[in-house]
């Protein structure tokens, strides 16, 4: 059996350190956490074809328009999460801001020739009435935020 391995990419670096010291004491070996910009490593590191899943769960929203050039779904993000794709590998996308919502509809209307939309599959770490089951999630979910969820898979 095809082992696992996991990349998670954080630019704050508290959350980065908060991250790694948790996969230290859970002894989880086969995750490694990068303090940078995630676009930037996809961009500059990785290899066509070299990714089965990317997920992108609750990034920055970016709400004022001015920096809406800072999401990290762009026209530019999205054909590179395509080129390191596997055939058939997954974007796997969530929010709870309804703005980045709509920008992230939009960009998938604008990718369907190259990415199927696919219904979202909870993780296994989702529980009952969650979505990817994330502290995150757990911390404002009390609050009656709306989660939503879309997976694009690469068209082989």
């Known amino acids: 059996q095809k082992a696992t391995?996991?990349?998670?990419i954080e630019w704050a670096g508290a959350y980065a350190h908060h991250a790694a010291d948790r996969l230290r004491r859970h002894q989880?070996?086969?995750?490694?956490?990068?303090?940078?910009?995630?676009?930037?490593?996809?961009?500059?590191?990785?290899?066509?074809?070299?990714?089965?899943?990317?997920?992108?769960?609750?990034?920055?929203?970016w709400p004022k328009?001015?920096?809406?050039?800072r999401r990290v779904v762009q026209d530019?993000?999205?054909?590179?999460?395509?080129?390191?794709?596997?055939?058939?590998?997954?974007?796997?996308?969530?929010?709870?801001?309804?703005?980045?919502?709509?920008?992230?509809?939009?960009?998938?209307?604008?990718?369907?020739?190259?990415?199927?939309?696919l219904e979202f599959d909870a993780p296994g770490s989702a529980g009952p009435s969650e979505v990817v089951g994330t502290n995150y999630e757990r911390k404002f979910r009390p609050e009656g935020r709306t989660f939503r969820a879309m997976t694009l898979r690469k068209r082989s």
């Open 5 to 8: 391995n996991f990349l998670g």
């Open 28 to 61: 989880l070996n086969n995750v490694r956490i990068l303090l940078g910009d995630a676009t930037e490593f996809i961009t500059h590191w990785c290899p066509d074809g070299f990714i089965e899943v990317v997920h992108l769960y609750f990034s920055d929203p």
């Open 65 to 69: 328009k001015k920096h809406h050039k």
């Open 76 to 117: 530019e993000t999205l054909d590179q999460f395509e080129r390191v794709l596997v055939p058939g590998g997954e974007l796997r996308i969530v929010t709870d801001h309804d703005d980045l919502w709509e920008w992230y509809e939009e960009h998938a209307a604008k990718y369907e020739t190259r990415f199927d939309r």
